[in-house]
């Protein structure tokens, strides 16, 4: 299942259904899916939400032009490779039109070398 949440003025009107085709097919690759069939297209949803612009907001910001996307997939059906992967695919779909940001996938390893990183520069 996919849902995006988005301002209702970001994306152009009639975009949705390619969007969520594009995103589809993206989580499809992740998953490992080489040649999707009906099973694999008729059972992964996506759900586009158009929201009112002032209803997402940044500590910046009273109306963010900000996209959340969240795709929810059977246990074990991604591996880290697949993750990483369907974070940068999904990341140039919405910018073209938890895990993460500006293409990149942060799992352990990644918050593990910010978390370094940050430590290190305190530490001089």
Partial sequence: MI????????????T???LGKELTMAVLRAEGVTSPGPFHLNNTAAFIHRMDPHAVHT???DSARTVRVQVITPP???TREGQRRLVKEVTEIVTEGGWGLAGTA???EEFAALAA????????
């Fill in 3 to 14: 849902d995006v949440y988005a301002p209702a003025n970001l994306f152009p009107a009639g």
């Fill in 76 to 78: 074990a059906a991604l």
């Fill in 117 to 124: 990183k940050a430590a290190a520069a305190r530490a001089k």
């Fill in 59 to 61: 500590a910046a910001t």
């Fill in 16 to 18: 949705d259904g390619v």
């Fill in 106 to 108: 942060f799992g352990r």
